[in-house]
Structures are given as C-alpha cells and as structure tokens.
Nanobody, 124 residues
Framework: VQLQASGGGLVQAGGSLRLSCAAS????????MGWFRQAPGKERGTVAV????????YYADSVKDRFTISRDNAKNTVYLQMNSLTPEDTALYYC??????????????????WGQGTLVTVSS
C-alpha cells in the first residue's frame, strides 16, 4: 500500500487543519487506517484509528473532542480534521494502513504500510 499524506502547514493556536492521506491500493476498504505523530525528541504515537468501513474510531486522550478521523473508501482517502490546535500538537504527522480490522484500538506496531509525514506547526 502506498500512502501520500498532505495538508500540513503553519497555523496559529486555536486554528484548524485538515490532513488527507490518499492510498494507492484497490482494496482500501480492507485496511484499518491510522494517524500518528512524532514531535522532535519523542517517539511516534497513535493519534487516531478508524476501522475498515469507518464504523469504529478511536482517539488518543490528548486529541479527543478536538480531532476527527474519517474515511472515504470510494476515494481511497482518510482524513484527520484537527480543531482547537495548540503548540503541543506540533509534530510530523503520518498516516498508515493496517491489515487488522480496526474494531479495537491499534498502535504503531499494528501498522505495516506508512506514508511520508506531513509537518504541522502550531504557533502560540
């Protein structure tokens, strides 16, 4: 699975961004998808996960009620809507695909295909 993330940029605190991740695979709907982030000097961590058909979504506590993950299987694309951004959200954001169903929370080791990162910078 080839993944292409986009939509990062510089935004002021309190602002919003929408990340997109386009997948080059015919069977996109058979993969759970996730968004991850890695800040300088920190490990990569899971931000949000969505199941194969989008029925189940999971969020890290730090982004709950601010971020929304969604997917459009007809467009082979997964999104991350990020609202009320804070400087602590500054990181390189990655999307990834997992052969697991996504019916439960998934973490970094569960994902086998990764896109390149897109940088999100939130200024105070």
């Amino acid at each position: 699975v080839q993944l292409q993330a986009s939509g990062g940029g510089l935004v002021q605190a309190g602002g919003s961004l929408r990340l997109s991740c386009a997948a080059s695979v015919r069977t996109f709907g058979t993969y759970a998808m996730g968004w991850f982030r890695q800040a300088p000097g920190k490990e990569r961590g899971t931000v949000a996960v969505i199941s194969r058909r989008g029925a189940n979504t999971y969020y890290a506590d730090s982004v709950k009620d601010r971020f929304t993950i969604s997917r459009d299987n007809a467009k082979n694309t997964v999104y991350l809507q990020m609202n009320s951004l804070t400087p602590e959200d500054t990181a390189l954001y990655y999307c990834a695909a997992s052969v697991r169903s996504g019916s439960t929370w998934l973490d970094v080791p569960d994902f086998g295909s990764w896109g390149q990162g897109t940088l999100v910078t939130v200024s105070s």
